[in-house]
């Protein structure tokens, strides 16, 4: 009975694990900065080099805008991230409010041609708004 036990949570586990993998791909990698007119960086599918990956922008937790990660970036080559140079992306930004925002880019990821989820690529990055309407890169960075 014990034994039985052990092998069903086993098998349910190793399904969750399975599942989250399949949504979730540890594949997915990517890098964001601050510009002073914008949030810039690349994001990589290590498990398909060559493709080119859908990038939405979200500040403050709200959706800002959509990408796709093909821009020249030939830092990510020779650091050994991607095959090819062409991952990267800016958003130039609406109008935001003065002072302090977090930026979060997530892939959108496809499975089955109809499940999609977000994937963070890199970390969250924090800005704040000048009064000038001026990004900058909090002191604390």
């Not at 993998?21 to 080099?49: K, M, R």
């Not at 935001?96 to 970390?123: C, E, F, I, M, W």
Request: proline fraction near 5%; aromatic fraction near 12%; avoid cysteine.
């Amino acid at each position: 009975m014990i034994a039985k036990s052990i092998a069903e949570t086993l098998l349910v586990a190793g399904l969750a694990v399975g599942f989250y993998v399949y949504a979730f791909p540890p594949t997915y990698h990517g890098w964001g900065e601050v510009l002073p007119d914008g949030i810039a960086g690349w994001a990589v599918n290590a498990g398909s080099q060559y493709e080119r990956l859908e990038v939405q922008l979200f500040i403050d937790d709200k959706f800002i805008a959509t990408s796709t990660a093909n821009q020249s970036r030939k830092d990510i080559v020779s650091a050994g991230w991607a095959r090819d140079e062409w991952h990267g992306y800016k958003f130039s930004l609406p109008l935001l409010s003065r002072g302090p925002h977090v930026a979060r880019v997530y892939a959108l990821h496809t499975a089955d041609g109809k499940r999609q989820t977000l994937q963070l690529v890199g970390n969250p990055v924090s800005f704040a708004v000048d009064e000038h309407g001026s990004l900058i890169k909090p002191l604390s960075e």
